[in-house]
């Protein structure tokens, strides 16, 4: 997906270990940060049952109008992120 000449979408960059973490169950926690964010949020990456290596990184899109809504989308993940490296 081309982000560079959008201005509506926030790319958040999240390492590979941390994908499963981020996304949850089919998608349920970024549903969740989408519903407490007003935003519309998706992997860039791969698709169906292949995982990411733990040592590279995958995008999170963050789509919305609204740049409050995905400042505060990018704040979730990146809090999700540290809870995770916490673990």
Not at 35 to 46: I, P, V, Y
Not at 54 to 63: A, P, R, W, Y
Not at 74 to 86: F, G, L, P, Q
Request: charge should be negative.
């Amino acid at each position: 997906v081309t982000t560079d000449d959008r201005d509506d979408v926030t790319v958040v960059e999240i390492p590979g270990k941390s994908v499963g973490f981020i996304t949850g169950y089919r998608g349920e926690s970024l549903r969740q940060i989408e519903a407490r964010s007003g935003t519309f949020c998706f992997t860039e990456g791969s698709q169906g049952d292949e995982r990411i290596p733990e040592d590279e990184t995958e995008k999170v899109l963050i789509f919305s109008h609204d740049p409050h809504n995905r400042k505060k989308a990018k704040r979730i993940v990146e809090e999700k992120i540290e809870d995770h490296k916490d673990m």
